[in-house]
């Protein structure tokens, strides 16, 4: 007679940390040898890679559902084997828009971000004037003309981040001005663009006469219908949607009244005119 030993089969399992496309993935073995050492491990990522440590990491190329499988074997010889599901869970996609930033004026910044799937819970704002928002989609002055890297750093519900750097021009703004000639009435009068740019060009300018009635253009000219003071403005614009006003008052003068009499004469008789004007 003889006696047959039946080797119990070791007992392989592993835990592992979860995972988002670019980050490292860390495996942990939790195996056991059943009584004698475990003297092999066999790693399978499910990507056409794999790894013999006993407590590997991998990072994947793509995001996905992995099959990852551990084959160990113990000092009795004897192998089993374990497969478990790795979800590598795609990024967001950072994105945002925001409003024509003018000296001055509020810039309004728009998160477009994307949450791949799954919700987006964090969103940290880098106006690169060292003032910072976790807003979602915050507003922001800033107190100097220049060029500011603004950032964005979106994480959604998987703990999964991006983040996107886009170049935010804050435009100094115009200083509008415009000189114009006093006139009577019925005739035109002029309007000459004085304005000054600063940072952009200007490319718009709106004159309002005062009168109900408006033009654009950088010189115009306009005729009023009666004689009064009139508040004319402008405002002028430039490639950047910066704005700036200013506003003269018009005098339009009335035209003087001619009038006169004169007396009833008789041949070889003098004829006095006596002028009845007014100059308004």
Do not use: R
């Not at 590598?88 to 001055?104: D, I, K, Q, R």
């Not at 987006?120 to 060292?130: A, I, K, P, T, V």
């Not at 700036?244 to 006095?272: E, G, R, Y």
Request: glycine share 6%; aromatic share 12%; proline share 4%.
């Amino acid at each position: 007679a003889h006696t047959i030993k039946v080797d119990p089969l070791p007992q392989p399992n592993f835990s592992f940390n979860q995972a988002c496309l670019n980050d490292t993935t860390f495996f942990n073995d939790l195996s056991s040898g059943s009584g004698v050492g475990i003297t092999s491990y066999n790693w399978d990522f499910d990507d056409g890679s794999s790894d013999t440590n006993t407590n590997p990491f991998h990072v994947y190329q793509s995001a996905g559902t992995y099959d990852v499988s551990l084959v160990i074997s113990n000092a009795n010889g004897c192998i089993d084997t374990v497969t478990k599901s790795v979800i590598v869970n795609p990024l967001p996609t950072a994105n945002f828009s925001y409003t024509n930033a003018c000296l001055g004026e509020t810039t309004q910044f728009t998160d477009n971000s994307s949450g791949s799937g799954a919700s987006l819970n964090n969103w940290s704002w880098s106006f690169g004037d060292s003032t910072s928002s976790t807003s979602q989609s915050p507003s922001h002055m800033y107190s100097a003309s220049g060029s500011y890297s603004v950032k964005l750093i979106v994480t959604n519900t998987n703990g999964c981040i991006d983040s996107v750097i886009k170049n935010v021009v804050v435009d100094s703004l115009p200083v509008a001005e415009f000189t114009f000639d006093t006139v009577c009435l019925n005739e035109l009068t002029h309007f000459y663009d004085q304005s000054q740019w600063h940072g952009s060009a200007n490319n718009s300018w709106t004159y309002y006469f005062g009168d109900a009635s408006s033009a654009n253009g950088k010189n115009v000219s306009h005729t009023y219908a009666s004689p009064s003071s009139f508040t004319a403005s402008l405002v002028v614009t430039n490639v950047n949607g910066c704005k700036d006003s200013i506003a003269h008052t018009i005098k339009v003068d009335p035209l003087p009244q001619p009038n006169f009499s004169f007396n009833q004469v008789c041949l070889n008789d003098t004829t006095f005119f006596n002028d009845l004007s007014s100059g308004s």
